[in-house]
């Protein structure tokens, strides 16, 4: 649940970077937010915690590859299009990140040698691209640039109260907003709002310059982890 819902932050974080800082990444338009996304998922520096998300997050694509069409498929994978040739190419990105942590990942795809060789050229590619397009913005050229920050609000909606405080208690928004904050100098301060929303969704709005994250969104993730572990522990019953 957590993995899947920092990647849907990131995501949609992805989306309003492209906007507030003016970027015009080479490239179709879903494909360069699945690439930013997954560089600002990855920790800058070694955390086997944030690992573990991340590979929560790929569990996430991997099953809404498999599951898109069905009828309880959450509505954020099938607007976002997850599918069969993306969740692979976010996965080889992954593997190209870091072989030595992700290469049971590699393993579980059938990847051989030289698909490994292949992602880590693809994901050096990627990085480059982006560390170029994203190092004016960063805060190591602009050490005296204030900026804007990102807050995270959680409406207070009684249906959701406790999935609301098991997301805040947890804190993994707001890590990875202080993150983002301390790396780039963004124009203007955005808002993180987990909210309700009557469907299971997220979004950047522009002109409000805010991300909503739908704690119908969450709880489907939630559910979806559920089921998966029944699904886990039912043939080792058997």
Request: negative net charge.
């Amino acid at each position: 649940m957590l993995g899947n819902t920092l990647a849907t932050f990131m995501t949609e974080l992805a989306r309003a970077l492209i906007a507030e800082l003016d970027l015009d990444p080479p490239g179709l338009a879903f494909e360069a937010v699945d690439e930013l996304a997954l560089l600002l998922l990855l920790p800058t520096e070694p955390d086997p915690s944030r690992d573990e998300l991340v590979r929560a997050a790929a569990e996430g694509w991997a099953m809404a590859a498999d599951r898109r069409g069905e009828p309880e498929e959450p509505v954020y994978w099938v607007m976002h299009g997850v599918d069969e040739q993306r969740f692979a190419r976010l996965a080889c990105l992954l593997v190209g990140s870091d072989p030595s942590s992700f290469g049971d990942l590699a393993e579980e795809l059938g990847f051989e040698a030289a698909d490994i060789d292949r992602c880590i050229e693809e994901y050096d590619r990627v990085l480059a691209s982006w560390t170029a397009l994203l190092e004016p913005h960063g805060r190591a050229k602009r050490r005296r640039a204030r900026g804007g920050t990102i807050r995270v609000v959680y409406d207070d909606v009684p249906a959701f109260r406790p999935l609301r405080d098991r997301l805040r208690s947890a804190g993994v928004l707001e890590a990875a907003a202080a993150e983002i904050v301390s790396t780039f100098v963004l124009p203007r301060t955005l808002t993180l709002r987990v909210t309700s929303c009557g469907e299971e969704n997220a979004g950047w709005m522009p002109p409000e310059r805010r991300i909503v994250l739908c704690y119908e969104l969450v709880r489907a993730f939630e559910r979806l982890a559920r089921d998966e572990a029944v699904a886990e522990v039912e043939p080792a019953q058997k």
